[in-house]
Structure formats: C-alpha cells, structure tokens
C-alpha cells in the first residue's frame, strides 16, 4: 500500500499538471477502509485462531490476547498513517525521515530500560512500548505533513468512483503480493510453532531480527531511489531511469554483502554475546536468513523499476504464487520429520526463481533489455560473492577457540570485504568519486 502511494505521488509530481492532493486523498480513504478491514479480519479470525489453535504456555492466553489487541489496534493507527509516511518519500526528505526513525528508536531504548526495573507483566509492558514508535510516527509525520504540505495533505473528499478505479486496481495486486508476503511471513511462524514449539519460534524469530537490522540497510538505500526512478519514467526518460535501476540493485548487493558476510562467519560468536545462552538452531536459522537477505537485494531498483511502469498484474501474481508455495510444501516436509531450517531453504529456492521470473517478465511485458540490465547489476557482485564465498569456505575450517581471535577474524572479513566492494564490485569512476569525496572531507 505504500509503494502505490509512493508511486502515483511521484508519477502526479513528475507531470506538469498533475494533482497531488487529489492522488493524497484518493490513497487516504483507501488506507482508512483498509485498515477497518483489518481491525474487522482481526476481531473475527484473528481471536477465532488464538483461542482454539494458538500454541501458547500455560496461563498466558490473556496475555496472548492483551497483545495481539494492542497490536491490532496500532497496526490500524499505522496503515491510516502510510499516505502521510509516503509523502515524504515522494518528496525525496530523507533527512526528516532519518530524524524521525533516530528519535523514535532512542524514546523506544529509554522505555524499554524501564523494563529492568519493571516487576509487574513485563510483556504487556513490552508490547505497550514498542507501540509507542507506530503513534509517535503518527503525530510526528501528520503534523509534519500538514507543516510542509498543507496544499498536498489538506482533506478533499473525492467522491467519483472512477477515480479510484486505476489505484484501487493497482493497490489491489499490491495487496495481492503483499499479502503472500505477510502469510509467508507469519504462515512460517505459525507452522514452526505447531511442530517444534516455542523455543524453536523463539530461535526463528532471533533470526528474523537479524533478517531486518541487515535488510533496513538496503531497503532504505532501495526507497531513496524511487522518487527518481517513477518522475524519470513518468517524464519519458527511460534511458535515465533504466540507468538509475540498475545502478541501485548493484549498490544494494554490495551494502548487502558488505554486512552479511562478516555477520556469516562468526554468527556464532556474536549471538553468543547478544543473548548469552543461544536457543537450538539460532545459528542456523541466522546464516540460511542471511543468504535469503542476499537473494531479496538483487530486486533493489529493479522492482522500483517495475513499479514505475505500472503494468504490475503478472509480476505480482508470480511473486505471490514463488511466495505462497513454500508454505504447503513446507507443511508437507515437516510432517514428515525434517529439521526447522528447511523452511528457510524452501525460501531460498522460492526467491531465486521469483526473481528470474520477474526479469522474464520484464522482457515479456516491456521488451525491456534485460541481458544489459543483468551486465550492469549482477555481474559485479557475483564476481565479490564468488570471491568471499571461497575465502568463508577457508576460513570456517581454521580451528579458533579464542574470543580475541574470533574477533580479530571477523575485523579481518569486514577489511577484506570492504577491499573487494572497492576493487571489483564499484566501477572506476565510482572509486574516483570516493577517493575525491575524501580528499575534499579532509580539506574541510
């Protein structure tokens, strides 16, 4: 839903008559029914599910429920809260946006402190505090619109249905693949917790933390680019756009890799200092979760791409069909008595052949080049892949029992990393720009 209000924002800013406000309006109700929707869905199926067939431990079924309604009721407060979000990408400030997300994790550290102190439920407590940053976002980011952008936010109901047709459409297989993200998501969750129970959740939901610090990177890196990619496309400049998404899935790789793959080889060491006592398949989970975070970075800018020129049905149909799979079969492989990682593997494959498809449908749909989008984003980073997957290899058979010595191994990885990024993975004119950048900083 925020990627198609990203989208026609940027699209009506791009034409030189377009109507924002009418766009803003249009993705405000859509955003308000949607998100009675879900408050309806969740009072209905959601407390159906945690009643008869939620594993939980004995006595915290009200708990359960305290957080599952907090939850609901601040997820709502956020999808409400998406067009106003949304506008500040389209209006490229990214620097309220890293204020914002700074601020709102500082109050968020602060009140969880309180935690240790804290002798009453503490997971009511914990679920209270972490909804602080979703009304905190909505206050902020309302007042800020309205601040910024009184023309653009200002309430206009929009009363022809037509207008709504060509959104409410492309929302619609927005929806469609978002939601085989969420079911895939929550879906693995769910088939964990019925067959291994919730210590194993608990590893998989470790894992899933670290999925999004190292995804945040490039997701972030992703979402800057799409202003840019959408007005250049809406503007008739394919060339510039084309250029700028390829460019940006390259870069999204190298950050990518530039983070996952110290994070790969001493996993181990450093859930050991996170949590202490490291529940059974942690390190697993985290490592298979790294390789998917990989796979996931080669859609950076492509997928902004797609987006852009607007013809989405197929390309979310596939996703969601690449996405939604993985769940039967891995159903099917769990009852027949294979380890909780499978999952993870199942995902892997999923990705891989998602992506392929998409790029098929590129070419299908657009006869867009993809030999020369594939030249320009991959080639590069698989070269550096290459590379440090050979040097993980050795790396993982040298016996070190040292503390010292792991970390001297992981600062080793993050130099040799960050060496390959530099040699192979950026072009010349891009470490020129590094280096000038540099020179410059000093002279200041």
Known sequence: MSSTTIRFLNYEIGKPNGDSNKIFNIC????????????????????????????????????????FQVSLIVSCIGVINVPFQSIFIAMEKFLHIAIIEIVSTVIRFGLIIILLF??????????LIMSTTTLLYFIVYHYLGFKYWAGIVRWRFIKTLSDYKELI?????????????????????????????????????????????????????????????????????????????????????????????????EMELLLHVWLGEVPEYTVQFCRVILITVLIASTGGGLLRL???????????????FWYLITLPIGFLFFRSGHSPVTILYLYLISDFFCRISQLFLMKVIYNYDIVAFCKEAYIRPILVTIAMSLYVILYLKIPCSSQINHFIGLLITSVLGLSLIYMIGLKQEERHSIIQYCLNFQER
């Open 28 to 67: 405000q109700v859509i955003h308000i029914a949607f998100a009675i929707l879900i408050f309806i869905l969740g009072e209905t199926i959601g407390i159906f599910y945690i009643n008869n067939y939620l594993n939980v431990a004995p006595g915290k079924d009200t708990d359960a429920m305290f957080v």
């Open 306 to 320: 797609k987006d852009a020129l607007g013809k989405i049905k197929w390309f979310m149909i596939i996703f969601s």
């Open 169 to 265: 459409v492309y929302n619609n297989y927005n929806f469609l693949a978002s939601l085989a993200l969420l079911c895939r998501s929550q879906g693995s969750n769910m088939l964990i917790n019925f067959f291994f129970g919730t210590v194993v959740n608990g590893a998989y939901g470790i894992a899933r933390t670290v999925q999004s610090f190292v995804e945040i990177f490039t997701i972030n890196f992703d979402s800057a680019s799409a202003p840019q990619i959408t007005q250049n496309v809406s503007g008739g400049n394919m060339t510039r756009a084309s250029y700028l998404a390829s460019k940006v899935c390259r870069m999204c790789q190298l950050l990518s890799l530039l983070i996952v793959f110290p994070l790969f080889v």
């Open 118 to 127: 804290y002798k009453g439920n503490a997971l009511r407590l914990y679920a």
